[in-house]
């Protein structure tokens, strides 16, 4: 009896700790969902499962969570496929995307960040590290709360409440790791920020990733922004810094 008014203690301590936060498991190994969907319930999330491609999405066009989990290899319709289709979706481009996977080269990871992942876990995983992933999504989100409106400079707008950056008025399509790259170089003014230092603000602290994979994504960024590429200035045996090229 004891025990389990304990729990139930632990419960509301936890629901207090993380209010009206929802997650969509999107996992086809049952087992494995569950024990997601017990220890993310434990933290305080409000959890749902879904077990296919096609219905995770129907679930959240009807009722979209403030994060999604997500298995990239499910039967039907891909973990990348969903991917794909909500972060071109703008009603759900902006839910934030953890993917869980057991493809763990750094190719993989490249290409998970480039569908627009906020986060890459490999399987077998740590429930810690992955509820402290979880956490470090959430608390990004919240920081992002107290930032400006809008960001501009030069040509460059990013307005972070339409999840829109524009060069010269024309809207540029961003992933969500781009996005929060860009952000996090305008919001600099100036200053420079070392890889490590962009590692954690775009992927979250503790992220296991290398070096490259910043450096993949500011080429990817200073493709699209074309001619206001300069914009973005490599500070070489440091990092990036973002000020009117010379």
Not at 38 to 45: F, H, I, M, T
Not at 74 to 94: M, Q
Not at 182 to 188: E, H, K, N, Q, V
Request: net charge neutral.
């Amino acid at each position: 009896m004891l025990a389990r008014r304990m729990r139930r203690d632990d419960m509301a301590e936890a629901v207090q700790r993380h209010p009206q936060r929802s997650v969509l498991i999107v996992e086809d190994e049952t087992d494995l969902a569950s024990l997601l969907q017990y220890n993310l319930e434990r933290e305080g999330y409000a959890c749902r499962c879904a077990t296919a491609g096609d219905v995770a999405l129907t679930e959240i066009r009807r009722n979209p969570p403030d994060l999604v989990v997500l298995d990239r290899m499910l039967p039907g319709l891909s973990g990348d496929e969903v991917a794909s289709r909500l972060k071109r979706d703008p009603k759900t481009a902006d839910i934030p995307l953890i993917l869980l996977t057991a493809k763990a080269e750094e190719a993989d990871q490249l290409v998970g960040f480039a569908l627009g992942a906020d986060d890459y876990v490999t399987k077998p995983f740590s429930m810690r590290i992955l509820l402290a992933r979880v956490s470090a999504v959430f608390r990004r989100a919240e920081a992002r709360e107290g930032e400006p409106e809008v960001l501009s400079a030069g040509p460059i707008t990013l307005n972070p409440s339409y999840h829109e950056l524009t060069v010269h008025g024309t809207a540029v399509s961003l992933t969500a790791t781009e996005f929060r790259l860009m952000r996090a170089l305008m919001a600099a003014r100036g200053r420079v920020l070392d890889r490590a230092g962009l590692i954690d603000a775009v992927l979250g602290a503790g992220a296991v990733v290398t070096d490259r994979t910043i450096d993949v994504h500011i080429t990817a960024l200073r493709k699209k922004l074309a001619a206001a590429s300069g914009w973005i200035q490599t500070v070489r045996g440091v990092g990036y810094t973002f000020r009117e090229p010379a």
